[in-house]
Protein backbone atom coordinates (compact mmCIF):
# COMPACT_ATOMS: atom_id res chain seq x y z
CA UNK A 1 0.00 0.00 0.00
CA UNK A 2 1.21 3.54 -0.78
CA UNK A 3 2.20 5.70 2.11
CA UNK A 4 3.31 9.16 1.38
CA UNK A 5 5.37 11.06 4.04
CA UNK A 6 5.83 14.78 4.79
CA UNK A 7 9.18 16.02 6.66
CA UNK A 8 9.17 18.34 8.61
CA UNK A 9 5.67 18.31 9.98
CA UNK A 10 6.42 22.16 10.90
CA UNK A 11 8.83 24.93 9.70
CA UNK A 12 9.01 28.55 10.93
CA UNK A 13 11.62 30.42 9.14
CA UNK A 14 12.42 34.24 8.85
CA UNK A 15 11.25 35.91 5.21
CA UNK A 16 14.47 35.79 3.10
CA UNK A 17 15.56 32.40 3.29
CA UNK A 18 15.93 29.30 0.22
CA UNK A 19 13.73 26.25 1.94
CA UNK A 20 13.13 22.86 0.96
CA UNK A 21 10.07 20.95 2.37
CA UNK A 22 10.30 16.97 1.88
CA UNK A 23 7.75 14.64 0.49
CA UNK A 24 8.88 10.24 0.69
CA UNK A 25 6.61 7.56 -0.53
CA UNK A 26 6.99 3.78 -0.18
CA UNK A 27 5.85 2.67 -3.84
CA UNK A 28 7.85 4.03 -7.09
CA UNK A 29 5.58 2.84 -9.30
CA UNK A 30 3.78 6.07 -9.52
CA UNK A 31 2.02 7.84 -12.06
CA UNK A 32 2.78 11.58 -11.14
CA UNK A 33 3.41 13.61 -8.19
CA UNK A 34 1.91 16.77 -7.31
CA UNK A 35 2.14 19.76 -4.92
CA UNK A 36 -0.57 21.75 -3.74
CA UNK A 37 -0.88 24.48 -1.06
CA UNK A 38 -3.51 25.01 1.38
CA UNK A 39 -4.60 27.85 2.89
CA UNK A 40 -6.50 27.62 6.77
CA UNK A 41 -9.74 27.17 6.28
CA UNK A 42 -9.38 27.17 2.04
CA UNK A 43 -9.20 24.77 -0.76
CA UNK A 44 -6.09 23.20 -1.99
CA UNK A 45 -4.08 24.70 -4.85
CA UNK A 46 -2.16 23.16 -7.11
CA UNK A 47 1.61 24.60 -7.21
CA UNK A 48 3.21 22.00 -9.32
CA UNK A 49 2.47 18.73 -11.09
CA UNK A 50 5.57 16.38 -11.99
CA UNK A 51 4.97 13.48 -14.71
CA UNK A 52 6.71 9.80 -13.73
CA UNK A 53 8.89 10.96 -16.81
CA UNK A 54 10.06 14.09 -15.61
CA UNK A 55 12.94 15.17 -12.75
CA UNK A 56 11.88 19.08 -11.84
CA UNK A 57 9.04 21.35 -12.78
CA UNK A 58 9.66 24.96 -12.09
CA UNK A 59 6.75 27.81 -11.34
CA UNK A 60 8.18 31.44 -10.49
CA UNK A 61 9.96 30.73 -6.75
CA UNK A 62 8.94 27.26 -6.45
CA UNK A 63 11.03 24.17 -7.76
CA UNK A 64 10.09 20.64 -7.44
CA UNK A 65 11.99 17.78 -8.27
CA UNK A 66 10.96 14.08 -8.58
CA UNK A 67 13.47 11.29 -7.85
CA UNK A 68 11.19 8.28 -8.19
CA UNK A 69 14.06 5.41 -7.87
CA UNK A 70 14.35 6.92 -4.28
CA UNK A 71 10.97 7.49 -2.96
CA UNK A 72 11.52 11.55 -2.81
CA UNK A 73 10.37 14.74 -4.35
CA UNK A 74 11.67 17.94 -3.09
CA UNK A 75 9.84 21.20 -3.19
CA UNK A 76 11.98 24.13 -3.20
CA UNK A 77 11.22 27.65 -1.96
CA UNK A 78 13.23 30.42 -2.73
CA UNK A 79 13.15 33.46 -1.39
CA UNK A 80 10.25 32.80 0.86
CA UNK A 81 7.64 35.56 1.66
CA UNK A 82 5.09 36.12 4.44
CA UNK A 83 2.40 34.89 1.92
CA UNK A 84 3.69 31.87 1.43
CA UNK A 85 2.76 30.79 4.65
CA UNK A 86 0.45 28.11 4.12
CA UNK A 87 0.28 23.70 4.76
CA UNK A 88 1.97 22.63 1.50
CA UNK A 89 0.84 19.03 0.27
CA UNK A 90 2.38 16.17 -1.90
CA UNK A 91 0.24 13.92 -3.41
CA UNK A 92 0.91 10.94 -5.89
CA UNK A 93 -1.48 9.75 -8.44
CA UNK A 94 -3.20 8.27 -10.23
CA UNK A 95 -6.04 8.69 -7.24
CA UNK A 96 -3.87 10.71 -5.52
CA UNK A 97 -2.54 9.32 -2.36
CA UNK A 98 -1.56 12.45 0.21
CA UNK A 99 0.70 13.24 2.46
CA UNK A 100 -0.28 14.88 5.82
CA UNK A 101 1.63 18.53 4.89
CA UNK A 102 4.13 20.56 6.01
CA UNK A 103 2.77 23.55 7.70
CA UNK A 104 5.06 26.79 6.69
CA UNK A 105 5.20 30.01 8.82
CA UNK A 106 7.13 32.81 7.30
CA UNK A 107 7.37 36.06 9.63
CA UNK A 108 9.08 39.55 8.72
CA UNK B 1 -14.61 29.79 -15.24
CA UNK B 2 -15.80 29.09 -11.45
CA UNK B 3 -13.93 25.95 -11.70
CA UNK B 4 -14.82 23.36 -9.62
CA UNK B 5 -17.77 24.51 -7.23
CA UNK B 6 -19.45 22.95 -4.02
CA UNK B 7 -22.80 23.36 -1.98
CA UNK B 8 -22.97 23.89 0.88
CA UNK B 9 -20.05 24.91 2.92
CA UNK B 10 -21.25 24.45 5.74
CA UNK B 11 -23.98 21.56 7.28
CA UNK B 12 -24.55 20.91 11.02
CA UNK B 13 -26.63 17.18 10.93
CA UNK B 14 -28.20 15.10 13.73
CA UNK B 15 -26.87 11.48 14.13
CA UNK B 16 -29.10 9.00 11.44
CA UNK B 17 -30.05 12.33 9.05
CA UNK B 18 -29.34 11.93 5.23
CA UNK B 19 -28.20 14.70 2.80
CA UNK B 20 -26.12 14.96 -0.31
CA UNK B 21 -22.98 17.12 -1.01
CA UNK B 22 -22.87 18.66 -4.17
CA UNK B 23 -20.56 19.39 -6.78
CA UNK B 24 -19.91 21.05 -10.25
CA UNK B 25 -17.12 21.47 -12.47
CA UNK B 26 -17.03 23.55 -15.77
CA UNK B 27 -13.80 22.62 -17.10
CA UNK B 28 -14.83 19.48 -19.43
CA UNK B 29 -12.80 16.86 -16.78
CA UNK B 30 -14.08 13.52 -17.29
CA UNK B 31 -12.66 12.41 -13.61
CA UNK B 32 -14.21 13.64 -10.39
CA UNK B 33 -13.58 12.72 -7.19
CA UNK B 34 -14.44 12.90 -3.52
CA UNK B 35 -12.25 13.27 -0.52
CA UNK B 36 -12.74 13.85 3.60
CA UNK B 37 -10.53 15.62 5.32
CA UNK B 38 -9.37 15.04 9.13
CA UNK B 39 -6.53 16.58 11.46
CA UNK B 40 -3.90 14.21 11.69
CA UNK B 41 -5.18 12.07 8.54
CA UNK B 42 -4.32 14.25 5.69
CA UNK B 43 -7.06 14.04 2.84
CA UNK B 44 -8.14 10.41 2.20
CA UNK B 45 -10.17 9.12 -1.56
CA UNK B 46 -14.13 8.31 -0.59
CA UNK B 47 -15.28 7.85 -4.31
CA UNK B 48 -14.29 8.94 -7.80
CA UNK B 49 -15.11 8.81 -11.05
CA UNK B 50 -13.06 8.01 -14.18
CA UNK B 51 -15.90 9.25 -16.57
CA UNK B 52 -19.40 9.78 -16.85
CA UNK B 53 -21.82 6.68 -15.89
CA UNK B 54 -18.91 5.15 -13.96
CA UNK B 55 -18.20 5.49 -9.97
CA UNK B 56 -15.51 3.65 -7.80
CA UNK B 57 -14.89 2.94 -4.41
CA UNK B 58 -11.58 4.82 -3.02
CA UNK B 59 -9.68 4.58 0.24
CA UNK B 60 -13.08 5.20 2.87
CA UNK B 61 -16.11 4.40 1.12
CA UNK B 62 -18.35 2.85 3.80
CA UNK B 63 -21.07 5.25 4.80
CA UNK B 64 -21.18 6.95 1.62
CA UNK B 65 -22.94 6.50 -1.89
CA UNK B 66 -22.19 8.61 -5.49
CA UNK B 67 -23.89 9.78 -8.29
CA UNK B 68 -21.96 10.89 -11.40
CA UNK B 69 -25.13 12.86 -12.80
CA UNK B 70 -23.39 14.03 -15.86
CA UNK B 71 -20.19 15.09 -17.07
CA UNK B 72 -20.32 18.17 -14.65
CA UNK B 73 -21.53 17.00 -11.50
CA UNK B 74 -20.45 14.24 -9.06
CA UNK B 75 -22.42 14.26 -5.87
CA UNK B 76 -22.02 12.35 -2.34
CA UNK B 77 -25.14 11.03 -0.20
CA UNK B 78 -24.66 10.37 3.64
CA UNK B 79 -27.68 8.25 4.06
CA UNK B 80 -27.39 7.57 7.81
CA UNK B 81 -24.63 10.67 9.32
CA UNK B 82 -22.88 9.35 12.20
CA UNK B 83 -20.53 11.55 14.17
CA UNK B 84 -17.56 9.54 12.86
CA UNK B 85 -18.50 11.40 9.31
CA UNK B 86 -17.91 14.86 10.42
CA UNK B 87 -15.33 16.30 8.85
CA UNK B 88 -13.86 18.80 5.88
CA UNK B 89 -15.10 17.54 1.88
CA UNK B 90 -13.36 17.88 -0.66
CA UNK B 91 -14.29 17.80 -4.82
CA UNK B 92 -12.24 17.62 -7.32
CA UNK B 93 -12.06 17.57 -11.05
CA UNK B 94 -8.79 16.02 -13.51
CA UNK B 95 -8.40 17.10 -17.02
CA UNK B 96 -5.95 16.33 -19.30
CA UNK B 97 -3.33 17.47 -17.96
CA UNK B 98 -3.60 15.54 -15.31
CA UNK B 99 -3.91 18.00 -12.67
CA UNK B 100 -6.49 18.13 -9.95
CA UNK B 101 -8.50 20.65 -9.18
CA UNK B 102 -10.16 20.87 -6.03
CA UNK B 103 -13.40 23.10 -4.98
CA UNK B 104 -13.48 25.02 -1.65
CA UNK B 105 -14.78 22.40 0.81
CA UNK B 106 -17.96 21.64 2.52
CA UNK B 107 -17.65 21.38 6.57
CA UNK B 108 -19.86 18.38 8.10
CA UNK B 109 -20.69 18.03 11.64
CA UNK B 110 -22.53 15.74 12.83
CA UNK B 111 -23.84 15.95 16.43
Known amino acids: KQEVTQIPAALSVPEGENLVLNCSFT??????LQWFRQDPGKGLTSLLL?????REQTSGRLNASLDKSSGRSTLYIAASQPGDSATYLC???????FGTGTRLQVFP | NAGVTQTPKFQVLKTGQSMTLQCAQD?????MYWYRQDPGMGLRLIYY???????DKGEVPNGYNVSRLNKREFSLRLESAAPSQTSVYFC??????????FGPGTRLTVT
Open chain 2, 92 to 101: ASRGYSDEQY
Open chain 1, 27 to 32: DSAIYN
Open chain 1, 50 to 54: IQSSQ
Open chain 1, 91 to 97: AVADKLI
Open chain 2, 27 to 31: MNHNS
Open chain 2, 49 to 55: SASEGTT
